[in-house]
């Protein structure tokens, strides 16, 4: 990955972390993590990967998530400056699920 691309990932990581919290800091009982970005080659398209706690929630959450990408788009843009805004997705971190199913098998 190139360093402008790695740049971009990492503060689309910190604007999206920034508004999650914002929009659900009245929702103690859960708490979502952005646990990283995937961007196009052309950075025209971006993946936002969350974790979610509790599981039991990780569906509804998922679906509000969604539902608001507009706001989160209009957010980055008023936050970061670049010629091509790109479009977001949100999906749940597998990688991050496996990790800790992994960490939890060691422990036993």
């Given at each position: 990955?190139?360093?402008?691309?790695e740049?971009?990932c990492?503060?689309?990581?910190?604007?999206a972390?920034?508004?999650?919290?914002?929009?659900?800091?009245?929702?103690?009982?859960?708490?979502?993590?952005?646990?990283?970005?995937?961007?196009?080659?052309?950075?025209k398209?971006?993946?936002i990967l969350?974790?979610?706690?509790?599981?039991?929630?990780e569906?509804?959450?998922?679906?509000v998530?969604?539902s608001?990408?507009?706001?989160?788009?209009n957010?980055?843009k008023?936050?970061?400056?670049m010629?091509?805004?790109?479009?977001?997705?949100?999906?749940i971190d597998e990688?991050?699920?496996?990790?800790?199913?992994?960490?939890?098998?060691?422990?036993?």
């Amino acid at each position: 990955m190139s360093f402008r691309r790695e740049k971009v990932c990492s503060l689309l990581q910190d604007i999206a972390a920034s508004f999650i919290s914002r929009e659900f800091i009245a929702v103690p009982s859960i708490l979502i993590s952005v646990t990283g970005v995937k961007i196009s080659s052309d950075l025209k398209k971006a993946k936002i990967l969350v974790s979610i706690y509790p599981i039991e929630k990780e569906k509804e959450v998922l679906e509000v998530l969604k539902s608001r990408l507009s706001d989160l788009r209009n957010y980055v843009k008023s936050q970061i400056k670049m010629k091509f805004l790109p479009f977001f997705e949100i999906d749940i971190d597998e990688g991050e699920k496996s990790r800790q199913r992994v960490e939890e098998l060691l422990k036993k």
